[in-house]
């Protein structure tokens, strides 16, 4: 069901930024700073614009992403050992017993 939505969700944000892109066809001149962008029709400068903030986004996150991943492994593994240690512990007999 969340897939479902999720997907609804994004063909819906695809179809207005499309629109956005379509209806915004007037080229623009952007100066920043020194830099002189030559006349780009105003969809496209935000598509570049979005596209860049995405690229830098993946980049920035990514070591935060690979860290948290190479933690959990750590912490499963030592999950696993201490599920085995409890389970050696059980199996051991008790010091009346026998």
């Keep these: 069901m969340i897939r479902v939505l999720l997907t609804l969700l994004g063909l819906v944000g695809t179809l207005l930024f499309v629109a956005l892109v379509t209806l915004n066809a007037d080229p623009t001149r952007v100066q920043l700073g020194v830099f002189d962008i ?32 190479g933690a959990r492994r750590r912490l499963s593994r030592q ?20």
């Design 38 to 69: 030559p006349a780009y029709p105003v969809g496209r400068l935000i598509a570049g614009a979005l596209g860049a903030g995405s690229v830098l986004g993946v980049v920035v996150s990514a070591p935060f992403l690979a860290r948290s991943a």
């Design 79 to 98: 999950v696993d050992e201490l599920s085995q240690e409890v389970r050696d512990l059980r199996t051991l007999p008790l010091r009346g017993d026998g």
